[in-house]
């Protein structure tokens, strides 16, 4: 299984190679869906912002549906509102913590100490408010969290984690190839542009008299 200190790392080195290019810096990255038992969990939501939505209101839940309870309502577990964070009571209350970005373009939260009974469906809930007539921008995501015992090694898992690794070995060494073709390019014309300047300087004194003298018949 892939460690989430090693997607957040890959994710970051990605990220700034992505801003190196000139492209947007914000990715939607899928959020891990098996938790090990006793240990923290990063429930990953990201919903990419546009220009015009810069300056918003954000508002944040998260719901919970136990894995055996589907017949069951979905339990509001987290919200953020107001620049206040309000964890709600149950079996949730003092295990939850706030992961998200400052400009509220990620808005994960964190399990600590997880149990089987966190085995479920989980929703992520955005809402951003405008302050003109822009209607609400509303975004939802689902992650179906599973909770095992121990740390298991997943094939796909494994295969994902090599992908990145030489997706990211590619993007740098591509990165590099560009930044030498330019600084040769850049190169080649400051020579070009002082060729004429050492040719003329390198010609004698009596040709460029000769050279500037008016033409009789």
């Known amino acids: ?10 994710t ?9 290019l000139g492209q947007p810096v914000c990715v939607d990255v899928p959020s891990e869906t098996e938790a090990v038992l006793g240990k923290s969990m990063l429930l990953t939501c990201i919903f990419c912002m546009k220009r015009e939505e810069v300056k918003s209101k954000t508002h944040v839940d998260w719901y919970f549906m136990p894995t055996n309870e ?4 979905k339990t509001h577990i987290y919200k953020y509102d107001k620049h206040m964070l309000l964890a709600r009571d ?3 209350k003092d295990r ?3 992961n998200g970005s400052v ?5 994960s939260i964190q399990i600590h100490n997880v149990t089987f009974n966190d085995s479920g469906l989980y929703e992520c809930h955005v809402m951003r408010e405008f302050k003109d007539f822009t209607p609400p921008s509303n975004f939802m995501k689902n992650i179906t969290l599973k909770v095992k015992e121990k ?3 997943n094939a796909a898992a494994l295969y994902s984690e090599i992908m990145m690794y030489v997706l990211l070995v590619c993007l740098t060494l591509w990165l590099l190839v560009e930044m030498v073709y330019c600084y040769r390019k850049i190169s080649k014309s400051d020579e070009q542009a002082e060729d004429p300047a050492t040719n003329y300087l390198a010609v004698p004194s ?4 000769n050279a500037a003298a008016p033409v009789t018949e």
């Open 206 to 209: 009596e040709q460029k008299d």
């Open 96 to 98: 939850l913590t706030w």
């Open 12 to 20: 970051s080195v990605l990220l700034l190679l992505v801003v190196h």
């Open 70 to 73: 589907r017949d069951l309502p």
């Open 1 to 10: 299984m892939v460690t989430q200190p090693r997607v957040q790392l890959i």
């Open 90 to 92: 149950g079996p949730f």
């Open 151 to 153: 740390a298991t090694n």
């Open 103 to 107: 400009d509220f373009q990620e808005v």
